[in-house]
Nanobody, 116 residues
Framework: QVQLVESGGGLVQPGGSLRLSCAASGIIFPFYAMNWYRQAPGKQRELVATITNDGSTNYADSVKGRFTISRDNFNHTVYLQMNSLKVEDTAVYYC??????????WGQGTQVTVSS
């Protein structure tokens, strides 16, 4: 059974930092591209960051220079370091694992709230 379990969300002031973690089980983790998505109230889910199985990364323009995605293949975990957080970063953040041609797997999400 595949499980993606996110953690690390919470309430932080603007300009602060959080590190999200996503622990994967039930998949051959090194084979999978790992992604972080987010969904704010009333908005569509958007792709925030991607790290491929070979370690290449890509970011949404809105988070470039502030967020860093990384992976630990030994511990089957992907991270999202979020710095200089803004109010508009408030959303539920979801972990996603993808390896074609299988359908993607999703975590349950973790709430990030940026507010003073």
């Amino acid at each position: 059974q595949v499980q993606l379990v996110e953690s690390g969300g919470g309430l932080v002031q603007p300009g602060g930092s959080l590190r999200l973690s996503c622990a994967a089980s039930g998949i051959i983790f090194p084979f999978y591209a790992m992604n972080w998505y987010r969904q704010a109230p009333g908005k569509q889910r958007e792709l925030v960051a991607t790290i491929t199985n070979d370690g290449s990364t890509n970011y949404a323009d809105s988070v470039k220079g502030r967020f860093t995605i990384s992976r630990d293949n030994f511990n089957h975990t992907v991270y999202l370091q979020m710095n200089s957080l803004k109010v508009e970063d408030t959303a539920v953040y979801y972990c996603n694992a993808y390896h074609s041609p299988r359908p993607p797997y999703w975590g349950q999400g973790t709430q990030v709230t940026v507010s003073s």
